[in-house]
Every structure is written in structure tokens, then in C-alpha cells.
């Protein structure tokens, strides 16, 4: 609901009830049950009511327990094994360094309401620190994509060109072939990268034997863009390892042209740009056209969905009747204007400082494979400064910014499943450290904390999404190292994406290549809606 500011306007009640229950319950044992009704002007009704279903009704209800507090069973809900250690003193020691990492359940509903509101604020181009990116993608694949695609992926040193062909929708052939890029071409000239990339593209299709072919290509430019249009891609800033200053401010998609066409020697036709994440959704969306959201977790971390249109302010163009389109949130900097400070930890604020661009990618900082390592790597530091770990005797590994990779933190964690410790030792000789059984168990609840929290962030604005969409049914595409390599990231998202929208039935799936297959198939939607429009 919106007041006549144009402002999004809701509030939420909670109510606690207390009833007298005498049916085989001895000594009249009361019950507490808490409630939330949301209310948009006047209107109420129950939202999530009794929030976890009956699993929260048990918990609150038990007349073997004394009444809690209405957020409890989602403290317990959420709250990872306690630390086992026979050194009360060193148990208490980890424990309080944690104790913030450590999510509360009115942390998380916070969390949820401030997501939601940065979702409204970006999607009506209100301040905010999602950018809500249109990307003027209205429809899915339909069965019907049929001949050949090409796909053009860059997103770091080496890239890729894809030749797809498609029969009624399904891909009967792809060919993929990989070219590295030079760090003068990374770090020199604009017109020089894309001279590269379109001589690249033409040595493909040259060996291919398609040079007289025509070949719509799908561009996935996986760098922070602004979209004008399904084929205009403004490049805002380059990350990584590229740095091309004369690129910053322009058109990917025209420079990617004007290159192709200064060569003359194919019949390419750039017809879309986009982002791994929207790939990954259209790539979900081939495999479970229930796919409705996609998300990458892996160095990096985004996500995308299917908004309302009506709902979509951004515009430019010409509107063709359209009822849905895919939303780039860029979730990576969420809470990059200061709204996620309050569960931002000390930790967190040195592995910022730390950082190549600090004071950005806020959300990114806590969640991705880029910086979970690194986060228990400070962690670390800071309990063998306190000589509660290794005996207070640090290594010179330890002490080098990203010298403990998320891949650790997933092989430790392994452990932690397997109840075993058959990689951490390992781990921790390679960093030169000497330990002892309760460094090994206290490591494993550092790495166990840490993911547990990046599950659950994910999880909450997860769960808004989903809870934003008016499907019966939602199939969530994932693609990224950090979900395929972490034991037990899947397993967590799935209980608590459950916990915090009960009511909405929805499946993670595995979606891989997004990048390069979902680029395809985009071109081959935009070569629809280009022949559908050019008859209207």
C-alpha cells in the first residue's frame, strides 16, 4: 500500500495471547502464543501467524516449560551447536568474541523488514542500496527457441565464446572455446579490449565454418552496469582485474559492435546484454519453468527475480504491453548506505578496511566466497592475540589478508558433518600453526558460526522474495562455488528460507552456466521480441 507520497506504508501488530488450556493438561497449565498481523491502512490480517508453523506452536506451548519470550523459539531456531570444551574459561573466551556474529531472531526480522524496504524504496527509484536494475527481459524460454545462438562471456581474465543450437527449445549443441586476456588489454585502451574480444569472436566462428552465417549473440557482461534497454548495457565501474577507464560511462553492447563491425567479417548481431544472474535464471527456468529467482553465491553474490511490471518505475522506451520482467537487485551492496550497521561486527569492519574498495559490497562482505575466509581468518587473529588459541603464538601465514580461503572454511566444516578431523590439521599445517585438540574444536565452531550466518542472510532475503512473488510455487535457481563446495550451505538455506516464509513451497536448484548457456538463450528471446515487435 502506498500513502500519497508515493510511499510504501505498513505495520506490523504483534499480539500475545494467553488462554487457560484444561482438556488433559494437568493443573490448568496457560499458553502463550505470540501472533503478528500486518496492517496496510486499515486492513488486518494474519500474517505468518505463529511464525515456524507447529514446530513454533510446540516450543511456546509445552506445559512442561514456563512461558518465553515471543521470539525465542527462532533464537533456538537459528543458533548453531554450543562450543564442547572441557577449558570453561577458554569455552567463555570464544564465546564472547562470537557472541555478535551470533544472528538473534529480532536481528533477523529486522533484517527482513529492511530488505523488503530497500527492495520497495529501489524498485520506485527511491535512495536506496539495491539498485533494481530492469533488465527488460519479459519473458522465459517457451519451447520454441530454435536455431543457432551464440554466447560471449566476460567476467575476468579468461573468457569464453558458446555456439548453442537450439531445437524447440533444447540445446542439441554447444560448442565453447576459451581465450585469455592479456593485462595490457585488461588495463590499457577501451577500443583495444573490445578490438581483442571481437577478433576472438570472429576466429570462433571461423572455426566453425559459420562465417556466412547470420548469429544473434547474447553478451554476459558480468561487471556493475546501468540497463537502458535489453541491448544497452553503461558500464559504471570495472571490478576485478579489469581497469579501462575510457569504457566507464559507455554502451558494452555498442563498443562490442562497433568492434565486430570495424572487423567485417562475420555476421554477428549483438542482441542482448546481461549478468551471470540473470543467465542463471533463465538457465533454471530451461531446466523447472517454475524458476522465478536466481542466485549466484560463489566469489561474488547476487540475485534476481520476476517482478510485476506495473511495479517497475525504470522504463526507457517503449512499453509493449508487458506483464513481467526480470529484476538485477545487485544485492551485493545492500546495506552499503548504513541500513545492516547494526549487525555489522568488528570483524567485519577490519575485513572491510582490509578490502580493495571498502565502504562497499556491505552484503557481499558477509556472505560471499570472497570474504567468508577472511573473516575467519580475523576471527582467529584476534582469540591468539587473546591466548586462547595455538597458545597465543601466531604464524606469518596467518597474519597475510586472505592467506585462509573459503575453501578452508569448506573443508573444515566437511569435518564438522563427517564428525571427524581429517582436513582441518591438515589446514593448520599448512599455515604453520601448532595445535592441540581444542584449537581443532574451536576452529571448527569459528568456520561453523560464520557460514551458519552467511546462510542465514541469504536465507532472509531470500525468503522476502519469495513472499513477494503470487506463485503457488517457486523453483530458485543457484549457481557459484560457495553453494556447490559448501557441505551444508544448501541444507541450511533450505530450513531456514522454510522458517521465515511457512507458507511458501519452493525448491533450490542447481543451475550451472548461466554465464553461457542462459546468454544463448537470451538471444534467442531477444530475436523473438525483436521479429515479434518489428510486426506490430
Not at 533488465?135 to 524460454?141: D, V
Not at 569448506?410 to 595445535?435: A, F, H, R
Request: net charge negative; charged share 25%; aromatic share 8%.
Amino acid at each position: 500500500m502506498y500513502d500519497r507520497s508515493g510511499n510504501y506504508r505498513s505495520f506490523d501488530i504483534w499480539v500475545y495471547l494467553q488462554c487457560n488450556v484444561t482438556d488433559n493438561w494437568p493443573d490448568h497449565h496457560t499458553v502463550h502464543v505470540s501472533c503478528k498481523f500486518t496492517t496496510y491502512f486499515g486492513h488486518t490480517g494474519p500474517s505468518s501467524c505463529i511464525y515456524g508453523g507447529i514446530e513454533g506452536w510446540n516450543k511456546m506451548a509445552s506445559p512442561t516449560s514456563r512461558p518465553e519470550p515471543a521470539l525465542s523459539w527462532l533464537d533456538s531456531a537459528i543458533r548453531v551447536k554450543p562450543l564442547q570444551l572441557a577449558d570453561s574459561w577458554k569455552k567463555q573466551q570464544v564465546e564472547d568474541a562470537l557472541k555478535k556474529i551470533h544472528l538473534t531472531g529480532a536481528q533477523v526480522l529486522r533484517i527482513k523488514e529492511v530488505f523488503h524496504s530497500e527492495v520497495e524504496r529501489g524498485i520506485h527509484e527511491q535512495p536506496s542500496s539495491l539498485q533494481m536494475e530492469n533488465t527488460y527481459i519479459p519473458e522465459l524460454p517457451n519451447g520454441t527457441e530454435e536455431g543457432m545462438f551464440l554466447a560471449l562471456d566476460l567476467g575476468g581474465t579468461n573468457f569464453r565464446v558458446i555456439l548453442l543450437e537450439l531445437s524447440n527449445g533444447a540445446l542439441i549443441r554447444e560448442n565453447v572455446k576459451r581465450y585469455h586476456i592479456r593485462e595490457e588489454l585488461r588495463l590499457g585502451c577501451g577500443e583495444r579490449l573490445f578490438d581483442f574480444l571481437a577478433e576472438c569472436v570472429s576466429d570462433f566462428v571461423r572455426s566453425q565454418n559459420l562465417g556466412g552465417t547470420r548469429l544473434p549473440l547474447g553478451f554476459t557482461f558480468s561487471f556493475p552496469m546501468i540497463q537502458k534497454g535489453l541491448d544497452v548495457g553503461i558500464l559504471l565501474t570495472w571490478t576485478k582485474s579489469f581497469n579501462c577507464p575510457s569504457v566507464v560511462g559507455r554502451d558494452a553492447v555498442q563498443m562490442l559492435r562497433e568492434a565486430i563491425n570495424r572487423r567485417g567479417d562475420t555476421h554477428v548481431e549483438v542482441l542482448a546484454v546481461l549478468n551471470d544472474t540473470t543467465g542463471t535464471l533463465i538457465q533454471g527456468a530451461v531446466l523447472d519453468k517454475k524458476t522465478a529467482i536466481a542466485l549466484i553465491l560463489g566469489t561474488g553474490s547476487n540475485a534476481c527475480y520476476i517482478e510485476r511490471a506495473d511495479r517497475v518505475q525504470h522504463w526507457e522506451g517503449q512499453r509493449h504491453g508487458e506483464k513481467e520482467v526480470i529484476i538485477d537487485i545487485e544485492w551485493g551492496a545492500f546495506g552499503d548506505n548504513g541500513v545492516l550497521d547494526f549487525i555489522k561486527t568488528d570483524y567485519d569492519r577490519k575485513v572491510d578496511e582490509n578490502s580493495l574498495i571498502t565502504n562497499s559490497f556491505t552484503f557481499e562482505k558477509y556472505i560471499s566466497g570472497k570474504y567468508l575466509g577472511e573473516i575467519v581468518r580475523v576471527i582467529v587473529v584476534k582469540l591468539v592475540e587473546d591466548c586462547v588459541l595455538f597458545g597465543g603464538t601466531v604464524s606469518d601465514a596467518l597474519l597475510t589478508t586472505g592467506a585462509f580461503t573459503t575453501s578452508f572454511v569448506s573443508l573444515i566444516e566437511q569435518d564438522t558433518v563427517g564428525n571427524n578431523c581429517e582436513n582441518t590439521p591438515e589446514i593448520l599445517d599448512k599455515l604453520g600453526l601448532s595445535y592441540n585438540a581444542d584449537d581443532i574444536a574451536i576452529m571448527k565452531y569459528i568456520c561453523e558460526t560464520v557460514s551458519n550466518r552467511a546462510a542465514l542472510l541469504v536465507s532472509i532475503c531470500t525468503a522476502t522474495l519469495l513472499e513477494r512473488l503470487d506463485r503457488p510455487d517457486t523453483t530458485i535457481a543457484v549457481d557459484g562455488s560457495l553453494y556447490k563446495y559448501h557441505p551444508r550451505l544448501k541444507s541450511w538455506m533450505n530450513k531456514y528460507i522454510h522458517l521465515l516464509a511457512p507458507e511458501k513451497k519452493f525448491k533450490l536448484l542447481l543451475a550451472e552456466d548461466g554465464s553461457g548457456k542462459g546468454a544463448g538463450l537470451v538471444a534467442a528471446i531477444a530475436l523473438r521480441l525483436k521479429q515479434r515487435f518489428s510486426q506490430t
